[in-house]
């Protein structure tokens, strides 16, 4: 989306019929009109639905002619996140989700690595007046499990993913996941309950499967470290 609709009483009808209609989810971000979505929706909808759950993101920009550029780095991400809260007129948001360059065909940013991207949003989205939802819930307290696959590639990744089936059968503890390209190889940051539920995941799921698909899997074994995560909000 980029710029205003050519009918803007339609747009903000169709708005508030879906609701009518049971839609409680809706997709939007600051970048897309810029601002025109977040407006529209905040002039629909609120005073919003308690049920009615805002999902937005941050990563990126628009140029002047609609393009797409990268908005990887720390303020930036901080920014955004900020802009989606503002726009819409909301003191937290659902879910923020990162938008990792490269996803329709562009080259990923060079500028910031996952890694860090990664940490500035969950210091930002750990604040009390945002929240981040998980596929699990866990304990106050969890551990941050960082792999770094020298030579990895996503085709690599997407197909150790699907042959284990993730999305139909998560592995038990695991808190929050999030894969990207990194300098040399494929990167994973994960949140589990423990060590050891990502122990007996790795050792009874993913390092079988790697065995069992060969030369299509990653090359090698992960360099691994572990880090304590003393600040994440679930609602």
Not at 78 to 102: Q, T
Request: charge should be negative; hydrophobic fraction near 35%.
């Amino acid at each position: 989306m980029f710029g205003p609709p050519r009918d803007r009483e339609g747009a903000l009808a169709v708005l508030r019929r879906a609701v009518e209609l049971g839609v409680n989810h809706i997709d939007t971000a600051q970048y897309y009109g810029p601002d025109i979505a977040n407006e529209l929706i905040c002039e629909a909808l609120h005073p919003y639905p308690d049920d009615l759950a805002l999902v937005s993101k941050v990563g990126a920009a628009r140029e002047a002619d609609g393009g797409w550029i990268p908005a990887q780095r720390p303020e930036q991400l901080r920014l955004g996140v900020e802009a989606n809260l503002r726009s819409p007129a909301v003191e937290r948001v659902d879910v923020v989700n990162l938008r990792l360059m490269g996803d329709e065909g562009d080259e990923p940013s060079p500028e910031v690595s996952l890694e860090e991207q990664l940490a500035t949003m969950v210091q930002r989205c750990g604040r009390p007046y945002t929240r981040l939802t998980y596929p699990r819930r866990g304990t106050a307290m969890a551990v941050g499990i960082r792999l770094k696959f020298a030579g990895g590639t996503q085709q690599q990744y997407d197909t150790v993913h699907q042959h284990m089936d993730i999305n139909n059968n998560p592995p038990d503890g695991l808190i929050f996941h999030s894969a990207g390209p990194i300098d040399g190889g494929w990167g994973i940051i994960d949140f589990w309950e423990s060590t050891e539920a990502f122990d007996r995941f790795a050792q009874g799921r993913l390092m079988p499967a790697v065995g069992e698909l060969g030369d299509r899997a990653f090359p090698g074994p992960p360099d691994r470290k572990e880090f304590p995560v003393y600040n994440f909000n679930k609602p």
